[in-house]
C-alpha cells in the first residue's frame, strides 16, 4: 500500500469528485463517439449476466406461476357463476337440438331421405406462394400416387381457399380466392342472396352481382352457393365488411398469408372446370354435400 | 465479486472471553465484505431488476438512485464515488439510455447529498423521502436534458415521468432493508472498533 501524507490524501479525497464528472464527460462523448463501443460493451455484460439471469429464470416463473394461481384462484367465484349461467344457457341450447335432431330424425322417415356421404379429402403441405399464370396461388406437394383433381375444392382449418387449377405428379397449384381472376359464386346466409366474390389480388375479395334490393349486411357470413355446380352449397368464406370507400369486401375465414396445411376435398362437382380438365382419369365417388364437408371440418 | 459477504449475516455476538480478534485475513476479509457489501448489494438489484422475465422497464434506475442516496447520506465511506461511477456505468449498460448519462446524474447527485449529508442525515424519514424526491425530479430532469442533448431529439415526458414515480416510490421499500443493513454495520464496526 502506498504511504501519503494526509494533506495529501485529503486532496485526493477532494479531487474524486471532479475528476470522476469528467471521466463521467468523457463516457458520454465516448459513448457519442463510437456507438458501436457502447453496443459491445453491453453485449458483453450481457454475455456475463446471460447463465445468471437464465438460473434466475426459473423461480421467477415460479413466482408469477403463483402470482397467477392466487389470481385464478380469487377469480374461480366470478368464473363460476359465468360457467354456471352459461352452463345453462347451452342446456337450454341441447334441448332445442335435441327435440330438432328428433325432428329431423322423423321428418327424414317421412321422405325416405338419402343422407349425404362424408366427403372424401386429402391433406396436402403448401410448399411455395406464388408462382405460375397467378398473382394470388399456392403450391402443394403431393405424393406421386394421389388422387388430386383440377377443380377440387381447398379449405383450410377455417374456411374456404381456392380451387386447384394445375396437377402434376407431385404437386398441384392451388388458385386463391383472393386472386384477380378467382370468381366464386357465395351466398349471403342472412338475406341467402346470390352474389359473386371476385378477388382483387389484395387481401380482401370484394363482393359483387348481388340482387337489386338486398344490401349485404355488415358482418354478414359469406359462404359458397352451389349454384354452376362449381362448389358445393355452404362451406364457410367469410363475412362481409364495407370497406371507407363503399365497397363490401369479403373478409375470409382462412388465412391466406400463414397457408401450412390445405384440406383438398373432393366434392365431384362437374360444373365449369378449365380446359384439359379430363386428363386425369376419374374416380367415380359417390355425391356429396357441403353440409357434411362442414361438419366433418367442425369434426376435426 | 464477493458472493455473499461476510457483513451480511446477522450480526454475531462477539464471543465475551475473546477480547482483540487477530487482525488476519478473515479480519480483513469481513472488513472488505463490510465496506462493499452496500455497492455490491445494489449492483445486484440491479441485474436483478433487469433480469428479463421481470420485465419492468426502467427497474434498475429506479433500484440504483436510492441506494445511491441513501448510503450517500447516511454512510458515505461505504459508497464512494468510484463506485458510484460503477454503478452508474452498470446502469446505462443494463439500459439503452446513452452512455454516460447515468453515470453523471448519479455522480451529480452523490456529489450534492454528500455535500449537505449532515442536515439529512439529522432528519425523520418523511422529511428524507421529500428529500429525496427532489433529488430524484432533478435526476430525471438531468437525464431527460441529456438524452435531449445527445440525441437532439425531444424525448417523450411520459417515460421520464413514470420512471420519477417508480423512482420515487421504491425509495421507502428499498430505505428499509437498508437502514436495517446500516444499523448492523455500524454495530459491527463499532464491535469491530471497540
Same mark, same amino acid.
Given at each position: 500500500?502506498?504511504?501519503?501524507?494526509?494533506?495529501?490524501?485529503?486532496?485526493?479525497?477532494?479531487?474524486?469528485?471532479p475528476?470522476?464528472?469528467?471521466?463521467?464527460?468523457?463516457?458520454?462523448?465516448?459513448?457519442?463517439?463510437?456507438?458501436?463501443?457502447?453496443?459491445?460493451?453491453?453485449?458483453?455484460?450481457?454475455?456475463?449476466?446471460?447463465?445468471?439471469?437464465?438460473?434466475?429464470?426459473?423461480?421467477?416463473?415460479?413466482?408469477?406461476?403463483a402470482?397467477?394461481?392466487?389470481?385464478?384462484?380469487?377469480?374461480?367465484?366470478?368464473?363460476?357463476?359465468?360457467?354456471?349461467?352459461?352452463?345453462e344457457?347451452?342446456?337450454?341450447?341441447?334441448?332445442?337440438?335435441?327435440?330438432?335432431?328428433?325432428?329431423?330424425?322423423?321428418l327424414?322417415?317421412?321422405?325416405a331421405f338419402?343422407?349425404?356421404?362424408?366427403?372424401?379429402f386429402?391433406?396436402?403441405?403448401?410448399?411455395?406462394?406464388?408462382?405460375?399464370?397467378?398473382?394470388?396461388?399456392?403450391?402443394?406437394?403431393?405424393?406421386?400416387?394421389?388422387?388430386?383433381?383440377?377443380?377440387?375444392?381447398?379449405?383450410?382449418?377455417?374456411g374456404?381457399?381456392?380451387?386447384?387449377?394445375e396437377?402434376?405428379?407431385?404437386?398441384?397449384?392451388?388458385?386463391?380466392?383472393?386472386?384477380?381472376?378467382?370468381?366464386?359464386?357465395?351466398?349471403?346466409?342472412?338475406?341467402?342472396?346470390?352474389?359473386?366474390?371476385?378477388?382483387?389480388?389484395?387481401?380482401?375479395?370484394?363482393?359483387?352481382?348481388?340482387?337489386?334490393?338486398?344490401?349485404?349486411a355488415?358482418?354478414?357470413?359469406?359462404?359458397?352457393?352451389?349454384?354452376?355446380?362449381?362448389?358445393?352449397?355452404g362451406?364457410?368464406?367469410?363475412?362481409?365488411?364495407?370497406s371507407?370507400?363503399?365497397?363490401?369486401?369479403?373478409?375470409?375465414?382462412?388465412?391466406?398469408?400463414?397457408?401450412?396445411?390445405?384440406?383438398?376435398?373432393?366434392?365431384?362437382?362437374?360444373?365449369?372446370?378449365?380446359?384439359?380438365?379430363?386428363?386425369?382419369?376419374?374416380?367415380?365417388?359417390?355425391r356429396?354435400s357441403?353440409?357434411?364437408?362442414?361438419?366433418?371440418?367442425?369434426?376435426? | 465479486?464477493?458472493?455473499?459477504?461476510?457483513?451480511?449475516?446477522?450480526p454475531?455476538?462477539?464471543?465475551?472471553?475473546?477480547?482483540?480478534?487477530?487482525?488476519? +485475513? !478473515?479480519?480483513?476479509?469481513? *472488513?472488505?465484505? =463490510?465496506?462493499?457489501? /452496500?455497492?455490491?448489494?445494489t449492483?445486484? @438489484?440491479? #441485474?436483478?431488476?433487469?433480469?428479463?422475465?421481470?420485465?419492468l422497464?426502467?427497474?434498475?434506475?429506479?433500484?440504483?438512485l436510492?441506494a445511491?442516496?441513501?448510503?450517500?447520506?447516511?454512510?458515505?465511506?461505504?459508497?464512494?464515488?468510484?463506485?458510484?461511477?460503477?454503478?452508474?456505468?452498470?446502469?446505462?449498460?443494463?439500459?439503452?439510455?446513452?452512455?454516460g448519462t447515468g453515470?453523471?446524474? +448519479? !455522480?451529480?447527485?452523490?456529489? *450534492?447529498?454528500? =455535500?449537505?449529508?449532515r /442536515?439529512?442525515?439529522?432528519?425523520?424519514? @418523511?422529511? #428524507?423521502?421529500?428529500?429525496?424526491?427532489?433529488?430524484?425530479?432533478?435526476a430525471?430532469a438531468?437525464?431527460?436534458?441529456?438524452?435531449?442533448?445527445?440525441t437532439?431529439?425531444?424525448?417523450?415526458?411520459?417515460?421520464?415521468?413514470?420512471?420519477?414515480?417508480?423512482?420515487?416510490?421504491?425509495?421507502?421499500?428499498?430505505?428499509?432493508?437498508?437502514g436495517?443493513?446500516?444499523?448492523?454495520?455500524?454495530?459491527?464496526?463499532?464491535?469491530?472498533?471497540?
Amino acid at each position: 500500500m502506498l504511504r501519503l501524507s494526509i494533506p495529501l490524501r485529503q486532496a485526493l479525497a477532494r479531487l474524486t469528485l471532479p475528476v470522476l464528472v469528467a471521466m463521467a464527460f468523457g463516457t458520454i462523448l465516448l459513448g457519442k463517439a463510437d456507438a458501436l463501443l457502447a453496443e459491445r460493451a453491453r453485449m458483453a455484460l450481457a454475455d456475463i449476466l446471460a447463465p445468471l439471469w437464465a438460473a434466475m429464470a426459473e423461480p421467477l416463473r415460479t413466482a408469477r406461476d403463483a402470482v397467477e394461481e392466487a389470481r385464478g384462484l380469487l377469480a374461480l367465484r366470478a368464473e363460476n357463476a359465468r360457467l354456471r349461467e352459461e352452463n345453462e344457457r347451452l342446456r337450454r341450447w341441447l334441448a332445442a337440438a335435441l327435440a330438432l335432431e328428433a325432428e329431423n330424425a322423423l321428418l327424414r322417415r317421412q321422405l325416405a331421405f338419402i343422407p349425404d356421404p362424408a366427403p372424401h379429402f386429402v391433406t396436402a403441405r403448401v410448399v411455395a406462394d406464388g408462382g405460375g399464370t397467378y398473382a394470388r396461388a399456392v403450391l402443394l406437394a403431393v405424393h406421386p400416387g394421389h388422387t388430386v383433381r383440377k377443380g377440387q375444392v381447398a379449405l383450410d382449418e377455417r374456411g374456404f381457399v381456392g380451387r386447384v387449377t394445375e396437377v402434376g405428379t407431385r404437386s398441384a397449384r392451388v388458385l386463391l380466392a383472393t386472386d384477380v381472376s378467382s370468381r366464386i359464386p357465395v351466398t349471403l346466409e342472412g338475406s341467402r342472396a346470390r352474389a359473386l366474390m371476385i378477388g382483387t389480388n389484395g387481401p380482401r375479395p370484394r363482393l359483387a352481382y348481388w340482387p337489386e334490393g338486398v344490401r349485404p349486411a355488415e358482418g354478414e357470413r359469406l359462404v359458397t352457393s352451389a349454384e354452376s355446380n362449381l362448389f358445393p352449397g355452404g362451406l364457410p368464406g367469410g363475412v362481409v365488411r364495407w370497406s371507407e370507400a363503399g365497397t363490401p369486401e369479403v373478409e375470409l375465414f382462412a388465412r391466406l398469408d400463414r397457408l401450412d396445411l390445405v384440406r383438398l376435398f373432393d366434392f365431384d362437382t362437374s360444373g365449369i372446370l378449365p380446359p384439359e380438365a379430363v386428363a386425369r382419369p376419374e374416380q367415380t365417388r359417390g355425391r356429396s354435400s357441403a353440409r357434411t364437408a362442414a361438419a366433418t371440418m367442425a369434426r376435426q | 465479486m464477493i458472493g455473499g459477504p461476510p457483513g451480511a449475516a446477522p450480526p454475531r455476538p462477539s464471543p465475551q472471553g475473546r477480547k482483540e480478534p487477530p487482525p488476519g +485475513l !478473515l479480519h480483513r476479509l469481513d *472488513a472488505l465484505g =463490510r465496506a462493499s457489501l /452496500p455497492g455490491v448489494a445494489t449492483a445486484g @438489484l440491479m #441485474v436483478l431488476a433487469a433480469a428479463p422475465p421481470a420485465g419492468l422497464p426502467g427497474a434498475v434506475a429506479a433500484v440504483c438512485l436510492p441506494a445511491v442516496f441513501f448510503w450517500s447520506a447516511f454512510h458515505p465511506a461505504a459508497m464512494p464515488a468510484p463506485v458510484v461511477f460503477a454503478l452508474g456505468l452498470l446502469q446505462d449498460l443494463l439500459g439503452l439510455a446513452p452512455l454516460g448519462t447515468g453515470v453523471l446524474t +448519479l !455522480l451529480l447527485v452523490h456529489g *450534492a447529498v454528500t =455535500r449537505w449529508r449532515r /442536515p439529512i442525515a439529522r432528519q425523520t424519514f @418523511l422529511v #428524507v423521502w421529500v428529500l429525496y424526491c427532489a433529488a430524484a425530479g432533478a435526476a430525471a430532469a438531468l437525464g431527460w436534458a441529456l438524452q435531449f442533448l445527445l440525441t437532439l431529439r425531444l424525448p417523450a415526458l411520459t417515460p421520464a415521468w413514470h420512471q420519477f414515480l417508480l423512482t420515487i416510490g421504491l425509495y421507502p421499500l428499498l430505505a428499509w432493508p437498508m437502514g436495517w443493513l446500516h444499523r448492523t454495520v455500524v454495530r459491527v464496526e463499532e464491535e469491530a472498533g471497540a
